[in-house]
């Protein structure tokens, strides 16, 4: 079955610039002054020159406006990271990404992935490319998991900080990402890099290898390369880290009113589950009895404070503790490049990726507590796994039954495994046939056909079956008249087998941890069936394309540059699931089958127009962009982009002007829907009565693209009286309108009819009423998503990069000097609906009001010394009032600044005639601690946006011939 599917058009390369001193710093990463790259035209120029691009029009000596930070394959490997996105997500443009270091707690949809977030607007709105092409996502979102690509052959990664989509396609909102390989590689290099916390846990060992070389005489080249990398998980339970403070929580404050002037919420580092691993007597005489491995019972204290499943003070069950800080992860991949001219003027290219990563993590835990379908557990008297000094004790207070509440930790199937055992398996394939070519003086060519696809499968092992469960857990002796055949009278049976024979049910044992029983685990988790949750992806981007660009004339100032191009992409998905999954009978999972896809057609055109060279009043271009795209689910829209460079002597100015675009994705249309009835006022009749709603979750078919307008403004100064010295600043501002949001049934109804706020048409369009009804009862709700938010982001960019050669202070000083310092500075972020009083995101966590980033590299003979500063500014946990319901106290809700220091050491070493390099590396060289945060969630103490695992190392070698 075909369904349609879409991808952002890219084309060839696209608007080139020299970046105004890249001349001077030839090898470290830069603030340029253009935008992203092609391939085929990034080349290494004479003098040191970087030809980089950012729009569709390659030409060199130009200088495109919009701002792109470039990071040269040695500035990474001076620091020799595992992983290159573990670089680029430190840049301070870039906000949180997705990385194994983000995944505490609980595995989530993207498996370990590495993806990037630039702006920190959503790894949804940052589009990757790999030489400028598009690359299949790693899950229904389309963000590209950076491990899948072939690292070791990257030669620079371009980082354009603002909107493009009028010279890339959607998702380029906040930014593109651009790994640029080096094809004409020849020769033989690789490497192998092993790293471990100053725990002795976390370790990692990767290793690559990388092959190039010409045949034919020259006309055919061949590229080959490969990578592997392993990391350890770290569980909470064994990590010995001071920081880790699982009884830090916030509370609602019992005696908080809206008036009285007090804190809304309470801070404590005493809170904990109201259940145990073994489990506990929840209330009447014998509350508090606590019951522990091998029958015995202890006795648990109850807080002064209980709220839901968490109490404060008394015994204290940390929520986390057994979680895992650091997921286990395994992936690799490898590459292959065959190209040949084919004419002088026409080269034929062949590229094949292939790869894969697993992962396993912790899952939703299952926990019987408090009240409810999956409150405390109902134990009567006749029970005979109950402990028999806790009958007698029942029988003494004439009482035949107890409510327990209870933890299943201990719900496995093996030695090793996590309850609710979370796995990721992804496969990804790419390939690429494209015809290059040249033609009349100035112009390039170039189409192509890509393929890409993700396998990737989601399993949860361990999980309940939640009726087999409830059976189980009801126990009674075997009676001697119209028992079970074949066992003892009164030997534990499941009360439901006396009325079903043949349910198979195994009753389950559930005082004190360990005790559940192997067979009985089997049997409520399915396994003993061959049951297994899992749901399987199959994802397809299909990508065709042809474009060109050429100067056909030229003005009192310079040549005219036009690019112009069309690209048709499908992009789609099947989804499957198990049997029990579509039955819904599983505690956390149930996915549910689907499929569908879409279609776009877009076709783009640019200009590049000199007005003055070499003037007395300076240099000038104009550059303009504009971009049609016709989406088969939503429609025609509109993408342009205009924009000016200007430079007078040593400064450079550049301005942008853009409208952006991201278009729904397959997870925001197409996502599986799940149907549930539930019960909303009604805002359309007199009082809002509550009447039963159909919700369905999953994807929105109705839903639009965002639309953004991005504005750039900024310069490069290189004074010619300090060679090797450049600094920019950049201004941005990013407004998204018809941001996509999940929201509720309540909500959906309250945006829809207006009551207390503005009211929203696009809300309207996911409310399905009944035909002929008065008034909304009966009516669907399609609750996956709608076009409502507003999102704002404000910033300026600053870098400052200096080089030279320390002779030139000192004819004493032997070696080489090169230091780079870039800061971001967050002025705005907010996101909200209309109406709406949400506190601004701005310097929480997510969005510091300041990050900074500082490298310096002192070079002498063979050896290389790295000193690396990572800075994350002073901030609040959350811009709420503190009177306010969700308040924090003062003193819990400031976050001081922090300082990451990290000391790499590379030496060269010649062997025969080849060079390999030794190096090792001090991440958290001080050990730094991640600040107390605390949160209203299942609490560890701190935010993952800081260094969980502290002082590590790594060593390795490197090696080309």
């Not at 990404?97 to 993207?110: E, K």
């Not at 002088?344 to 790869?355: H, L, M, Q, V």
């Not at 009516?779 to 999102?791: K, P, R």
């Amino acid at each position: 079955m075909f369904y349609p599917r879409g991808h952002s058009g890219l084309g060839y390369s696209s608007l080139v610039a020299l970046a105004a001193g890249l001349t001077a710093m030839p090898t470290a990463a830069q603030q340029a002054s253009a935008p992203i790259v092609a391939a085929d035209a990034a080349e290494e120029k004479a003098a040191g020159e970087m030809v980089v691009t950012g729009s569709r029009i390659v030409r060199d000596g130009s200088s495109a406006p919009v701002p792109t930070t470039v990071v040269t394959m040695e500035d990474i490997v001076q620091r020799n990271p595992i992983n290159i996105a573990d670089y680029v997500n430190q840049l301070p443009a870039i906000g949180q990404g997705q990385s194994p270091r983000a995944t505490t707690q609980f595995v989530n949809a993207n498996g370990g992935a590495n993806q990037i977030n630039a702006r920190g607007l959503g790894i949804n709105r940052t589009l990757v490319l790999l030489d400028g092409r598009r690359v299949v996502g790693s899950g229904l979102l389309p963000a590209v998991d950076v491990n899948m690509l072939p690292q070791n052959l990257v030669k620079r990664v371009d980082v354009v900080t603002g909107g493009a989509s009028a010279a890339y396609g959607s998702d380029a909102v906040a930014g593109v990402v651009n790994f640029i390989l080096d094809t004409d590689f020849q020769g033989l290099k690789g490497q192998i890099n092993y790293g471990q916390t100053d725990r002795n846990d976390g370790r990692t060992i990767s290793g690559d290898l990388a092959y190039g070389t010409k045949f034919a005489g020259g006309r055919g080249r061949l590229l080959l390369s490969g990578n592997y990398a392993k990391s350890d998980s770290i569980r909470m339970s064994d990590s010995d880290r001071g920081w880790f403070q699982p009884g830090l929580r916030t509370l609602n404050n019992p005696n908080w009113t809206a008036t009285n002037g007090q804190t809304g919420q309470i801070v404590r580092t005493d809170v904990g589950l109201v259940s145990t691993p073994g489990g506990v007597i929840a209330g009447g005489p014998l509350a508090g009895i606590n019951f522990l491995p091998g029958g015995a019972v202890g006795q648990f204290q109850f807080g002064n404070i209980t709220q839901g499943s968490f109490q404060s003070g008394g015994s204290v069950e940390p929520a986390s503790i057994r979680a895992a800080l650091l997921p286990d992860l395994e992936y690799y991949s490898v590459y292959g490049r065959l190209s040949y001219d084919v004419t002088d003027n026409i080269t034929a290219i062949f590229e094949a990726n292939y790869g894969g990563n697993s992962t396993n993590n912790w899952s939703a835990y299952y926990n019987r507590n408090g009240t409810g379908g999956n409150g405390a557990l109902l134990i009567q008297r006749d029970n005979p796994f109950i402990p028999v000094t806790v009958r007698q004790a029942m029988d003494t207070v004439g009482v035949t039954s107890f409510r327990m509440n209870r933890l299943f930790y201990d719900m496995v199937n093996g030695p090793g495994q996590n309850p609710g055992d979370a796995g990721y398996n992804r496969t990804q394939s790419r390939l690429l046939f494209a015809l290059e070519g040249k033609f009349a003086d100035s112009g390039k060519w170039r189409a192509y056909y890509q393929r890409g696809r993700s396998d990737v499968s989601y399993t949860r092992d361990n999980n309940i079956v939640v009726s087999r469960f409830n059976q189980a857990v009801d126990v009674t002796g075997n009676p001697a008249v119209g028992g079970v055949a074949g066992v003892a009278v009164g030997a534990p049976v499941c009360r439901s087998t006396l009325t079903n024979l043949t349910n198979g049910c195994i009753p389950m044992n559930v005082f004190g941890e360990g005790s559940l029983g192997a067979q009985s685990i089997a049997w409520v988790t399915g396994a003993a069936d061959g049951f297994r949750t899992r749901q399987d992806l199959d994802i397809a981007l299909d990508v065709y394309s042809i474009d060109a660009q050429y100067s056909p004339f030229s003005t009192w100032a310079g040549p005219v540059s036009i690019a112009a191009g069309f690209e048709y992409r499908e992009e789609s998905f099947v989804a499957t699931s198990d049997a029990q999954s579509q039955s819904r009978i599983w505690f956390v999972g149930n996915f549910q089958p689907g499929g569908a896809g879409y279609n776009v057609k877009e076709g783009f055109a640019e200009v590049l127009v000199p007005l003055l060279k070499d003037s007395a009043v300076g240099d000038l271009e104009l550059n303009g962009a504009v971009r049609r795209t016709d989406y088969s689910t939503s429609g025609a829209v509109t993408t342009w982009k205009v924009g000016a460079a200007y430079r007078f002597g040593d400064l450079r100015l550049r301005a942008t002007r853009s409208r952006d675009i991201r278009a729904p994705n397959l997870n925001d249309l197409f996502a599986p829907q799940s149907t549930f009835v539930n019960q909303f006022q009604d805002r359309s009749l007199p009082n809002s009565p509550t009447v039963p709603f159909v919700t369905l979750s999953g994807g929105n078919p109705l839903l639009t693209p965002e639309i953004a307008d991005t504005w750039t403004v900024g310069g490069a100064y290189q004074p010619s009286w300090a060679p090797g010295l450049t600094a920019t600043v950049d201004w941005y501002s990013i407004k998204i309108k018809d941001a996509i949001f999940g929201v509720g049934g309540q909500l959906l109804l309250d945006l829809c009819y207006g009551f207390n706020r503005p009211a929203s048409p696009a809300a309207c369009q996911s409310i399905i009423p009944v035909a002929g009804s008065t008034g909304l009862a009966g009516a669907t709700l399609l609750t996956g998503g709608i076009n409502a938010q507003n999102v704002e982001v404000e910033g300026i960019d600053y870098e400052l990069s200096y080089r030279t050669q320390l002779s030139n202070i000192s004819a004493k000083l032997p070696g080489a000097l090169t230091f780079r310092v870039l800061a971001s500075q967050r002025i705005k972020d907010q996101t909200n609906l209309p109406g709406d009083t949400t506190p601004p995101t701005l310097g929480t966590p997510g969005s510091f009001k300041w990050r900074g980033f500082g490298s310096a590299t002192y070079s002498v003979g063979s050896s290389r010394t790295t000193i690396t500063g990572r800075y994350l500014g002073p901030g609040v946990v959350n811009n709420i009032g503190p009177t306010e319901r969700n308040g924090l106290p003062t003193e819990w809700n400031n976050l001081p600044a922090v300082w990451y220091w990290e000391l790499s050491q590379n030496v060269d070493v010649k062997i025969g005639g080849s060079t390999v390099t030794l190096f090792a590396v001090v991440e958290n060289l001080f050990d730094k601690d991640p600040p107390p945060t605390p949160n209203n969630g299942t609490s560890f103490g701190t935010s993952p946006v800081y260094d969980l695992l502290g002082r590590s190392y790594r060593l390795g070698l490197r090696f080309k011939m």
